[in-house]
């Protein structure tokens, strides 16, 4: 009697696989942000980078209402109103999420944003003032923000991704430049950022279809 074929492991699924590589590379990405954030507090820098066209228009990218702008566009810009809209809901509630996300962890984390004066790490005890998130910086909401909408288009329009990867990392850029985040608070939030749009995505793709 010949015995039964062997059944093969089953492949990790896809999204699950894409997760774990998630999970790898954000912890990864968080370890080497923290060992330069010394030398990204000192060389980055720029006071004036907000007095600059370009610096204002990457810091926007982080800037809630321009993603409902974006929703907008892709709303009523095309002549499919069904797509236009699911588009729409896409890239208005992942920054959206990614924002709420931002102010959970930072009351959370609770550690402060950067002393332009001296270097080093600073933490609010929980005691002094627990529902309040004002000065702390990990992770970045405007980078969380801008990951999150930057991600959403990626997925919409995945032949433009490069662009809209970059203008997020821009975004980011001007936040350590202007010494309002360390370098590990924007790597931190573009990695959540990402997770954001993602989850927003897959739920979305359950829901409505």
Not at 150 to 155: K, R, Y
Not at 191 to 200: K, R, T
Request: glycine residues 8%; positive net charge; contains cysteine.
């Amino acid at each position: 009697m010949t015995s039964p074929p062997a059944v093969a492991a089953a492949e990790p699924a896809p999204v699950a696989l894409s997760w774990r590589r998630w999970l790898v590379a954000s912890l990864a990405a968080a370890v080497a942000a923290h060992l330069l954030d010394e030398w990204a507090w000192r060389v980055l820098r720029d006071a004036r980078v907000y007095e600059r066209d370009w610096g204002r228009l990457l810091r926007i990218l982080g800037f809630l209402p321009t993603w409902g702008i974006v929703a907008l566009a892709l709303w009523q810009g095309g002549d499919d109103r069904a797509q236009g809209a699911r588009r729409a809901r896409l890239v208005l509630l992942a920054p959206l999420l990614g924002g709420l996300v931002a102010e959970v962890a930072k009351l959370l984390v609770r550690r402060l944003r950067p002393d332009p004066e001296q270097f080093g790490y600073a933490f609010r005890s929980f005691a002094d003032g627990p529902w309040s998130n004002r000065g702390m910086g990990l992770p970045s909401s405007h980078t969380l923000v801008a990951f999150a909408g930057a991600t959403a288009l990626a997925m919409l329009f995945p032949r433009l991704r490069w662009l809209w990867y970059a203008l997020a990392a821009g975004c980011a850029l001007t936040r350590v430049m202007a010494v309002g985040h360390y370098l590990s608070d924007v790597v931190v939030a573009a990695c959540l950022g990402w997770a954001v749009a993602q989850g927003v995505d897959l739920y979305m793709r359950k829901r409505y279809h």
